[in-house]
């Protein structure tokens, strides 16, 4: 297998989450059991397997490698993907497809479907991927998976076996569907992106950006650009509520070891332990 970028790995509630994210460098991760990933901003040879993708927006460092992936899929004789992204996108990437077909002379096939805030997606028969608006300097969206369950509904809940199967025989509808948010991804965003949706403080897992980190930078003006800053999650550090919080996509102006050390400072103890930061 080749390992050509950097990439780091860790599991939670029978959960891989796996990727990389750097500002400005790259972003892309995949949760291999939910067969789907989010950004596209490179391409490990091994995500390829991966059908759908969800991209947050099209900033180069997370949509470089949307042309890499389709290609790859197509020489390796795997279905066309399926791709989401902010449906004003959607004509410019098919765009850029082209072009590189008449530079590649190969084929991009792939299904480019929009992602717009409120947009509810069926991943599987369990799983649903519901779209949130977030805040960054072009049109954003972060995505949130659900796991659906059939619950039986409380004034049945005291019957035989056999009386619950004669009540759906006559068509009595005895159970409802439930909800429970598993992941939230934020792509880049303000601090707007997590309070207009505060259902992604709940979630299991919240994979969140922490762009800037560093005291002296103005966060007016990081507000401005589309991120956030580490006193922002200060700022909301009792609203995670989150079993594992993932804090990525860190400034390059900043050594894994400043980011480590100004973290710990502002937030000692890193949430209880539940904060890790994707260095």
């Known amino acids: 297998m080749f390992e050509n970028i950097p990439l780091r790995k860790c599991q939670h509630a029978g959960l891989t989450i796996e990727g990389y994210s750097r500002a400005a460098v790259q972003t892309c991760w995949r949760i291999p059991e939910l067969k789907c990933g989010f950004d596209l901003g490179v391409q490990p040879w091994d995500f390829m397997g991966t059908p759908t993708w969800f991209v947050s927006h099209t900033h180069l460092d997370h949509i470089a490698a949307l042309a890499v992936y389709v290609s790859r899929r197509r020489m390796m004789k795997m279905d066309p993907p399926v791709i989401y992204l902010p449906a004003n996108s959607i004509d410019h990437c098919l765009a850029m497809l082209r072009s590189f077909t008449r530079l590649d002379k190969g084929a991009m096939p792939c299904e480019l479907l929009p ?4 947009d509810e997606i069926e991943l599987s028969r ?3 991927v519901n779209v949130f608006p977030t805040r960054h300097t072009i049109t ?10 059939k619950k039986l509904k409380e004034e049945f809940q005291g019957l035989q076996g056999t009386e619950i199967r004669d009540l759906r025989m006559k068509g009595v509808e005895v159970s409802h569907e439930t ?3 598993i992941l939230a991804y934020t792509g880049d965003t303000q601090p707007r992106g997590l309070d207009d949706n505060p259902e992604v403080f709940d979630c299991k897992i919240l ?9 002296d930078h103005r966060k007016e003006k990081i507000h401005k650009h589309g991120h956030m800053h580490l006193d922002d999650w200060v700022a909301r550090k009792d609203r995670f509520n989150n079993e594992l919080i993932i804090a990525s996509h ?4 900043y050594s894994d070891q400043q980011i480590r050390r100004m973290v710990e400072k502002k937030l000692p103890g890193l949430l209880g332990g539940r904060l890790n930061l994707w260095l």
């Open 140 to 149: 954003s969206v972060g995505y949130m998976v659900s796991e659906r369950r």
């Open 250 to 253: 860190f400034s390059t102006r």
């Open 115 to 118: 992602a717009e805030p409120g």
């Open 126 to 128: 369990e799983l649903v």
């Open 179 to 181: 909800r429970m948010p």
């Open 207 to 215: 994979i969140a950006e922490m762009t800037f980190i560093a005291p």
